[in-house]
């Protein structure tokens, strides 16, 4: 669904019997580009008929894992550990799921989050945000004797993280009965995004119960631990290199050690992966193409949200029925434009511009 079309589905839900002239007019388009995506509302089978009637079947993606408040610390100058830096502060709402979830409904994907958060000022604030952008909590859980999730990330004068500490203690409280309170709402999803933040036996439950292609977003090389009994269960896999190095067990030093590993999550069920390598690119690979895919130099302003973009980038590559080539092109310019913000979300994420950027780059 275009971003056009969730609009005129949201007005269209306010008020089911606004005419199109009434429509055009409160977007500031014709009445027959109204009528053309109307039309499109009706072949996607989320419009029946006349008045509107809004179809029970909405498309959906869920994404299960963690929110959380990003603190973000940047330098003025070289960093100096072990020192008091001058530099800036920035506090941003992340959360590796919820932050797929977040790019996800900027490029018009209808998405819920099951999450955990505190009932404090951070997990309010995460709260409203989702309100805001569109994104669907109501199904998330609020807790009244946790935290919120947190994250304090500082940043060297690169745009990289140079240490972080996160303080995710809430996720021990992400139990099995909570998936199954949703179950028939996950069973009617698209597809599913997790991330490792949350306990081994929620990620082996959902992969073990859901026949619905699951996305996973490894985190980081001691969290990836979790799955790595279950690895070939996952439909698209989206590790670093360091993480698919502990998952398969071979030390990546070269292009073949990549093909190597691909090959190792291919081969015990994984359809898609593409371990990321930073500045040096893409490797992905699934039954029909292996491949490098090298990505453009940028000027890193925070790194922070880039992996999340690109999952997100996946997911609707999988929606809209890409091949991996173009899957590949698309995530990582989403990537790029995250790379371009402070912000772990960049304000700016949408089709629109990640085409751009695909031209501009040359991807």
């Known amino acids: ?171 021990d409280d992400f139990k099995v009965d909570y998936i199954k309170e949703n179950e028939g709402m996950i069973k009617k999803s698209k597809c599913i995004v997790l991330d490792t933040n949350i306990p081994e036996e929620i990620i082996k439950y959902i992969i073990e119960n859901f026949n619905i292609p699951v996305f996973l977003d490894t985190v980081s090389t001691n969290k990836a631990m979790k799955v790595k009994n279950f690895i070939g269960k996952f439909y698209c896999i989206k590790p670093n290199k360091y993480e698919a190095e502990v998952l398969s067990g071979i030390k990546i030093e070269s292009e073949n050690d990549l093909k190597r590993a691909a090959e190792y999550f291919l081969n015990r069920g994984v359809k898609k992966v593409f371990i990321t390598l930073g500045e040096d690119g893409i490797y992905y690979g699934d039954e029909s193409r292996l491949n490098l895919f090298k990505t453009p130099k940028v000027e890193v302003k925070n790194a922070t949200g880039a992996g999340d973009a690109f999952v997100a980038g996946l997911v609707f590559a999988y929606l809209n029925d890409f091949d991996i080539h173009s899957t590949a092109k698309f995530s990582t310019a989403a990537s790029v434009l995250a790379l371009l913000s402070e912000d772990t979300i960049n304000q700016n994420m949408s089709i629109e511009n990640i085409n751009y950027i695909i031209k501009e780059m040359g991807l």
């Open 1 to 171: 669904m275009t971003n056009r079309e969730r609009e005129i589905l949201n007005i269209i839900k306010d008020n089911p019997l606004i005419s199109q002239e009434e429509m055009a007019s409160m977007l500031g388009i014709t009445r027959s580009s109204v009528a053309v995506h109307i039309t499109n509302l009706m072949k996607k089978g989320l419009i029946k008929g006349k008045g509107y009637i809004l179809s029970d079947e909405d498309e959906y993606v869920v994404a299960i894992g963690g929110a959380n408040i990003d603190l973000l610390g940047f330098p003025k100058g070289k960093l100096n550990l072990r020192d008091s830096n001058p530099g800036r502060m920035k506090i941003s709402i992340g959360g590796v799921a919820r932050n797929i979830a977040e790019n996800l409904v900027r490029l018009g994907v209808n998405t819920k989050l099951l999450t955990l958060v505190g009932d404090d000022l951070y997990g309010k604030k995460i709260i409203e945000h989702s309100k805001k952008i569109g994104l669907d909590m109501s199904l998330s859980k609020v807790l009244d004797i946790s935290q919120t999730s947190t994250y304090l990330s500082i940043q060297d004068d690169k745009g990289d993280m140079a240490v972080a500490l996160s303080c995710m203690d809430i996720y």
